[in-house]
């Protein structure tokens, strides 16, 4: 008989094909279709396995004439596809120094095993976000017959941290004290990109603020994050001065009352008079008729202060020789007389006084809670009359004058500075409170220039004028003024108050 065989030889398939047996045909000159009969041998075809496979197919006639044998050829060709791994997320992957860091992993697909993503071996360095460096991460699979996908890779980039920190200063600067005031440092705060708050961390530096030595401290304030990234040195300023603290305790000028002081009897009298050195009104003594003869004060608090100036103007009339008047201090033990001007010897008739400073320190006189002063004429009729205007009377904290020096009482006509008998002028409102402060040449005005000192003999201001000096941007103390006419020079004292 004759065998057909039915279907390819070779056939090839792929590890892990199927594969069906086409079979085969047999035919016998007398048997007729025998197919049936075939046996099929040979190899048995295993496509899991890679190899060559031989199908044998035999058959005989009912005569026993065996037909010539036939044969397929199964080639089972091995697995040589790689699967394929894809990069979920992004390659290089930057991160600051201190960040988070999650890794998106990847997938990987075979052409014969399918999704083996499950089987991805993560590999290479391990991401420290705490310690700058480039990181790369591996990715690797094999397929079920051993091929191996090309690695894929992750570069991860950890940034140093190169930001540093900031720090803002809490409060003002420049701080500007006195002399002897306590001094509390504000401080400042510190942020940090990475780190956030580290204002526990500031070091604070420069100079210690001694607030008993005048001199200009510098306090320095700085911070490092945890990479070591310095920030920008921030600085206060701390000026400690040693300048007047000075407080105007009272003023009086009599325009619309007594201004609280008390009019002692029939010699003393508030007038409207020429003689009225700032605007139209005094206080007119005379005679010695004793309290009746006097205007008394009302009582002032001088327990804070090292030293008080009283100061005030004054008009002589019809004054004899050797009559005098009287500035009394009550501590409140009764009116001491504290200075004494005499006619012929301290003033002359018919003119203005000098602004007179009488100056009491601590160490010499008991400023008190309770004190008092009072103007007594002690002259010798009712037509001796001092008509006095213009009292302030200034407390003074300054350093320099503390309780227990030895200065003594002082009574300085305040032209004593620069004494110019031939060209004498006024200040007025002097203490000023105002913004303007008014200067007034006996011989009349033209330009004249003027600078303006203050007690730490720095000049503040300079400039021209004809009758009108701004001193709206002063601070309240005591200043000099020195005017220049183009022919002679003067220098007066006044007082800036609020």
């Known amino acids: 008989p004759v065998i057909t065989l039915v279907g390819s030889s070779p056939v090839n398939l792929n ?7 086409d079979g085969a045909t047999a035919n016998d000159n007398k048997d007729g279709d025998i197919t049936a009969n075939i046996v099929v041998g040979g190899d048995t075809v295993n496509t899991g396995v890679a190899g060559t496979y031989i199908v ?52 990987a697909n075979d052409n014969k095993d399918g999704d083996i993503t499950a089987n991805i071996v993560v590999g290479g360095d391990t991401v420290n976000t705490g310690v700058a460096g480039t990181y790369i991460v591996t990715y690797n699979v094999s397929d079920a017959a051993g091929n191996a996908a090309t690695e894929v890779t992750r570069t991860v980039n950890v940034i140093p941290d190169t930001t540093a920190p900031v720090i ?17 440092d504000d401080g400042a705060t510190a942020n940090d990109n990475k780190d956030g708050d580290i204002t526990a961390n500031i070091v604070v530096g420069g100079d210690t603020v001694n607030t008993g030595v005048a001199s200009t401290y510098i306090v320095t304030y700085n911070v490092s994050d945890a ?24 003023e009086g000028y009599f325009e619309s009352g007594w201004d609280g002081w008390s009019d002692g009897g029939n010699d003393c009298a508030r007038r409207l008079d020429s003689r009225s050195y700032e605007g139209d009104y005094s206080i007119r003594i005379r005679d010695n008729s004793g309290t009746a003869s006097s205007m008394t004060s009302p009582s002032f608090d001088l327990s804070p202060y ?57 160490s010499q006189y008991n400023l008190v809670n309770n004190a008092q002063f009072r103007l007594r004429c002690d002259a010798s009729g009712n037509n001796d009359q001092i008509f006095i205007d213009q009292v302030v009377i200034v407390g003074d904290g300054t350093s320099g004058s503390a309780r227990g020096t030895t200065n003594k009482i002082l009574s300085i006509p305040e032209d004593e500075v620069v004494v110019l008998e031939k060209n004498n002028f006024k200040l007025y409102p002097n203490p000023v409170k105002g ?28 400039g021209k004028t004809t009758k009108e000096v701004m001193v709206g941007n002063l601070e309240a103390g005591v200043y000099y003024i020195e005017v220049n006419n183009g022919k002679e020079k003067m220098t007066k004292r006044f007082v800036k108050s609020n």
């Open 15 to 21: 590890v892990g094909d199927t594969y069906t047996d």
């Open 56 to 107: 044998t197919y035999n058959v005989s006639d009912a005569a026993g004439n065996a037909a010539t044998e036939v044969t397929r050829t199964v080639n089972v060709i091995p697995d040589t596809t790689a699967p394929v791994i894809t990069l979920v997320g992004s390659s290089p992957v930057n991160l600051n120094v201190g960040d988070t860091y999650t890794d998106d992993g990847a997938t």
């Open 168 to 184: 803002t200063l809490v409060g003002s600067s420049p701080v500007n004290l006195n002399v002897g005031d306590t001094y509390t």
């Open 227 to 250: 990479a070591g990234n310095a920030a920008a040195e921030v600085t206060r300023t701390v000026i400690v001065e040693d300048v007047p603290t000075t407080v105007v305790l009272h």
């Open 306 to 362: 090292n030293e008080v100036e009283f100061s005030f103007y004054f008009y002589a009339h019809s004054m004899e020789n050797n009559e005098d008047f009287w500035l009394q201090y009550n501590d409140g033990s009764g009116f001491t007389t504290i200075k004494t001007w005499t006619g012929g010897v301290d003033f002359n008739n018919g003119s203005f006084s000098n602004k007179i400073i009488v100056t009491l320190n601590a």
């Open 435 to 462: 913004a303007v402060l008014n200067i007034k040449l006996s011989s009349g005005n033209n330009n004249i220039s003027y600078k303006i000192i203050n007690m730490l003999g720095q000049v503040v201001n300079v």
